[in-house]
């Protein structure tokens, strides 16, 4: 199992750009979620899907940010136009269904805006 | 809303010893989960270990263990014969199931340092 892929890596990107983050779901999973890491809020929860379908997007910051995913083995997250304080690590974790399921995460983008 | 706490932002463990990760948690929820990551250097988030609110006994796997306390609301980790390579953030995480959502929330984390 390759687990969850993330792309790329690392973005670096100037105030007022566009960014798009990558994920490929471990095959089989129901869920995927976006996370977002920083060291003052730690991780919060952006968006997370069932079946393709967006369930909850309460914690995405603002209408800068977009997801989608359009079939079950592939998630965007947008932004745009990005801002510095958008810098952060993002994860994409998938899981199946059944509640004790961990969270599988991918290697997460570390996203600076300059 | 569910709230996860870990009141030690960093620990340090002599190499070969045991230590204990505190995470105490917040919910009106009888059925729920807790997780347990572990968050090297290299930043991707490795799963340890579960605990279910209706599991009888306290979960192990290898080196680590939970010490649930349910009236408490805590669970926490315990590393047993600690190892360099232990040396990492810890995150404590809990889903809710009565709420029909599967996100897990995490708390703050714990860094834990292993002295040889």
């Known amino acids: 199992d390759a687990g969850v892929i993330q792309s790329p890596r690392h973005e670096v990107t100037e105030m007022g750009q566009e960014v798009t983050l990558r994920c490929k779901p471990i095959?089989?999973?129901?869920?995927l979620f976006w996370y977002r890491q920083t060291m003052m809020r730690g991780l919060e929860l952006l968006i997370y899907?069932?079946?393709?379908?967006?369930?909850?997007d309460s914690g995405m910051p603002e209408d800068r940010f977009s997801a989608k995913m359009p079939n079950a083995s592939f998630s965007t997250l947008k932004i745009q136009p990005s801002e510095p304080r958008d810098s952060a690590v993002y994860f994409c974790?998938?899981?199946?269904?059944?509640?004790?399921?961990?969270?599988?995460f991918g290697n997460g983008t570390r996203l600076t805006v300059t | 809303a569910q709230k996860i706490t870990q009141t030690q932002p960093g620990m340090f463990v002599q190499e070969k010893e045991a230590v204990t990760l505190d995470c105490t948690y917040d919910?009106?929820?009888?059925?729920?989960?807790l997780f347990w990551y572990k968050q090297p250097s290299s930043g991707e988030m490795i799963f340890l270990i579960y605990?279910?609110?209706?599991d009888e006994q306290n979960a192990t796997e290898g080196r680590y263990s939970l010490n649930f306390q349910k009236a408490r609301k805590s669970t926490n980790l315990v590393i047993s014969a600690s190892q360099l390579g232990d040396s990492a953030m810890y995150f404590c995480?809990?889903?809710?199931w009565g709420a029909g959502s599967y996100q897990l929330t995490f708390g703050k984390g714990t860094k834990l340092s292993v002295i040889p």
């Open positions: 974790a998938s899981s199946f269904i059944v509640g004790n399921s961990p969270l599988h």
């Open positions: 995480a809990m889903r809710v």
């Open positions: 919910t009106s929820d009888q059925s729920y989960g």
């Open positions: 605990q279910g609110s209706y």
């Open positions: 095959s089989g999973h129901d869920y």
């Open positions: 899907f069932n079946n393709n379908v967006p369930i909850d």
